[in-house]
């Protein structure tokens, strides 16, 4: 299962926002390192990565640090460990940038994901996960960049394609580019909840 979060985007459309949702690349996190995993909610699965993948999630505004609990704690610091005896452990990367992703640690999160993709580069769904964390940063390019590169990987990766089209329409303020994007997601799965959200999207970029 992947989790759906609905955010209100600045620089919207007409009543001065865009109401919308930021989808993760894949399945949810089962918390069993160094599993990749993420998200809950009604999204489509990504395909995954020998496991559960990581997913995306909502960001208007970087947000501080979460505590993590002490079980989220304790497999952080057992999967920090775990990469620094073996730096070329990319699943170990990869579920600890799902971990930092989970408690908002942005910075932390883009570099664990960076770290896993330098093994490993052609993941869409890790790509997607970065892309979020990214956006969360202000790094609209860089998050745009690897929406694209996930996409290109996998043109049927919607949770990517969707995502293209939240930074284009909220951030770049590019919304034809928006409404290409979200078309496409529209027709690839046009019984998903992503074409229910692009639909959504459409709808406000029209008034």
Same mark, same amino acid.
């Given at each position: 299962?992947?989790?759906?979060?609905?955010?209100?985007?600045?620089?919207?459309?007409?009543?001065?926002?865009?109401?919308?949702?930021?989808?993760?690349?894949?399945?949810?996190?089962?918390?069993?390192?160094?599993?990749?995993?993420?998200?809950?909610?009604?999204?489509?699965?990504?395909?995954?990565?020998?496991?559960?993948?990581?997913?995306?999630?909502?960001?208007?505004?970087?947000?501080?640090?979460?505590?993590?609990?002490?079980?989220?704690?304790?497999?952080?610091?057992?999967?920090?460990?775990?990469?620094?005896?073996?730096?070329?452990?990319?699943?170990?990367?990869?579920?600890?940038?799902?971990?930092?992703? &989970?408690? !908002?640690?942005?910075?932390? *999160?883009?570099? /664990?994901?960076? $770290?896993?993709? +330098?093994?490993? %580069?052609?993941?869409?769904?890790?790509?997607?996960?970065?892309?979020?964390?990214?956006?969360?940063?202000?790094?609209?390019?860089?998050?745009?960049?690897?929406?694209?590169?996930?996409?290109?990987?996998?043109?049927?990766?919607?949770?990517?394609?969707?995502?293209?089209?939240?930074?284009?329409?909220? &951030?770049? !303020?590019?919304?034809?580019? *928006?409404?290409? /994007?979200?078309? $496409?997601?529209? +027709?690839?799965? %046009?019984?998903?909840?992503?074409?229910?959200?692009?639909?959504?999207?459409?709808?406000?970029?029209?008034?």
């Amino acid at each position: 299962m992947n989790r759906n979060i609905m955010i209100a985007l600045a620089g919207g459309l007409a009543a001065g926002f865009l109401a919308g949702y930021f989808v993760f690349g894949g399945d949810s996190h089962n918390g069993t390192p160094p599993v990749v995993a993420a998200p809950t909610g009604p999204i489509m699965p990504a395909p995954s990565l020998g496991g559960a993948v990581p997913g995306a999630m909502p960001g208007a505004m970087p947000a501080g640090p979460a505590l993590p609990s002490a079980e989220v704690q304790a497999r952080i610091n057992r999967l920090e460990a775990t990469v620094l005896a073996d730096p070329k452990n990319f699943g170990a990367w990869f579920a600890l940038g799902n971990d930092y992703f &989970d408690t !908002h640690q942005h910075q932390k *999160a883009v570099d /664990a994901y960076g $770290k896993g993709l +330098a093994i490993k %580069p052609d993941e869409p769904n890790v790509l997607t996960d970065q892309g979020v964390m990214y956006r969360d940063l202000g790094q609209f390019d860089k998050a745009l960049a690897n929406f694209q590169k996930a996409n290109k990987l996998d043109p049927n990766h919607v949770q990517s394609l969707f995502n293209m089209g939240v930074v284009y329409s909220a &951030d770049l !303020h590019k919304p034809d580019e *928006a409404a290409k /994007a979200w078309n $496409k997601v529209i +027709a690839l799965a %046009p019984g998903s909840e992503q074409a229910a959200q692009a639909r959504q999207m459409l709808s406000q970029l029209k008034k």
